[in-house]
């Protein structure tokens, strides 16, 4: 399969624990995106990586939510102290430089107890 | 800026029927513009794209939509609903991948079409 993955699929936490969430795009693609997906809404913009370079994050990223995507490759989202508004699908996209199509991974389903 | 609004949450047709589901935009440089399809607890799957070449786009599915400058609009269609298109649709917006946007997707709300017998 040569997709972007994502793992876990789901993820059942309780407030105030920390969770991480891994995204593997497709192996060529340099641009990552990390978009937030609430029931009933289209996704929402998070941060973006442009090959090891965290070059955008958005405001709803707060101070809780850290991204990494060490050596160009995988990335990972932190969520610390998870609060009941975090609970969400979690989407992850990639894409090639100069093309402008992002292809998504299944997401994460957080929810937070 | 840039945003979607797509119209109507929900969309029921019967199998057969023509499927239109309505975006318009706004964007203050000439968009590129996407359908996305997403089914229950899946990742989104590219239907079709706009980057500024024909005005009428072919997509997978049988999907096309057609880019309206004039009307600020990008409505999908299809001739001939299936059962298996039943599922919520997303149009999206970004624009010029260079200088602060970097190709970030702005999302319309969704419309989940349904498909009658």
């Known amino acids: 399969d040569t997709g972007v993955s994502q793992d876990p699929r789901h993820k059942i936490t309780k407030r105030g624990q920390n969770v991480t969430f891994r995204c593997d795009p497709i192996?060529?693609?340099?641009?990552l995106y990390w978009y937030r997906q609430t029931l009933g809404q289209g996704p929402e913009f998070l941060t973006y990586?442009?090959?090891?370079?965290?070059?955008?994050k958005s405001r709803l990223l707060s101070n809780r939510f850290s991204a990494e995507r060490p050596k160009g490759s995988f990335s990972t989202l932190e969520i610390q102290r998870t609060e009941q508004g975090d609970s969400a699908m979690y989407l992850c996209?990639?894409?090639?430089?100069?093309?402008?199509?992002?292809?998504f991974g299944p997401g994460t389903r957080l929810t937070v107890l | 800026a840039q945003s979607v609004t797509q119209l109507g949450s929900h969309v029921s047709v019967s199998e057969g029927a023509l499927v239109l589901l309505r975006c318009n935009y706004s964007s203050s440089v000439p968009p590129y513009l996407f359908w996305y399809v997403q089914y229950p607890n899946q990742g989104l799957q590219l239907l079709l794209k706009?980057?500024?070449?024909?005005?009428l786009v072919k997509g997978i599915n049988g999907f096309e939509a057609e880019f309206k400058k004039s009307e600020t609009s990008f409505h999908l269609t299809k001739p001939s609903a299936h059962m298996s298109d039943a599922a919520e649709y997303f149009c999206?917006?970004?624009?010029?991948?260079?200088?602060?946007?970097?190709?970030?997707?702005?999302f319309g709300q969704g419309t989940i079409l349904t498909v009658h017998p």
């Open positions: 192996s060529e693609h340099n641009r």
């Open positions: 999206a917006v970004t624009h010029n991948a260079g200088g602060t946007s970097y190709g970030k997707l702005t």
């Open positions: 706009y980057t500024s070449a024909a005005t």
């Open positions: 990586f442009q090959n090891e370079a965290q070059l955008e």
């Open positions: 996209a990639s894409s090639v430089r100069g093309l402008r199509e992002q292809f």
